[in-house]
């Protein structure tokens, strides 16, 4: 049996909390897929607060190398899903709409820093959202992007 070293931050029931990130000062930003939100936990003040709320329940988050935080989400099952781009300030700008996407999960940033890739679970696809231009994506699979990132290890490693 595993034991917490420290709770940092509880909701109240019916609360369902989804992913977390780090942003580069140490706060710890959830998804609130419940409450259509993402909260923000301060570790200096022990406090959580709303940082965002989204139209629909937020799933995957992921700063980029500015300090902007990405979210995926969307109606589970229901479509469409959804890419937002959530600045400092907690405003929130729908960067693109994924008509055929139905259970948008998680993401993470691609080394280049220009790319989102987004795991759309319903279908078993990773989805490339380009970050230079709002509504521009691509249905990607797993065997692409495997070679996508053959490709950047490869250059990374001939610098």
């Known amino acids: 049996m595993v034991t917490p070293t420290a709770t940092v931050g ?15 000062e140490g706060a ?16 200096a003040t022990h406090t959580t607060t709303t940082f ?3 139209p629909a329940p937020p799933m995957g988050l992921a700063f980029d190398a500015g300090g902007v ?19 400092g300030s907690g405003a929130v700008q729908q960067w693109c709409e994924l008509p055929d996407a139905l259970f948008m999960n998680g993401c993470t940033m691609h080394p280049n820093g220009r790319t989102l890739l987004a795991c759309e679970s319903a279908s078993g696809h990773i989805l490339a959202i380009d970050l230079g231009q709002p509504g ?4 990607r699979t797993c065997e ?16």
């Open 136 to 139: 521009r994506w691509e249905d």
């Open 10 to 24: 509880t909701w109240r029931a019916r609360a369902f909390l989804e992913n977390l990130a780090l942003d580069a």
């Open 52 to 54: 965002a709320e989204v």
């Open 69 to 87: 935080l990405w979210t995926t989400g969307g109606t589970l099952r229901k479509g469409p899903g959804y890419i937002w781009r959530v600045e």
């Open 144 to 159: 692409v992007l495997r070679n996508d990132w053959r490709r950047e290890v490869h250059r990374l490693h001939q610098r």
């Open 28 to 43: 710890i930003f959830v998804t609130v897929y419940s409450h259509n939100r993402i909260d923000r936990y301060n570790p």
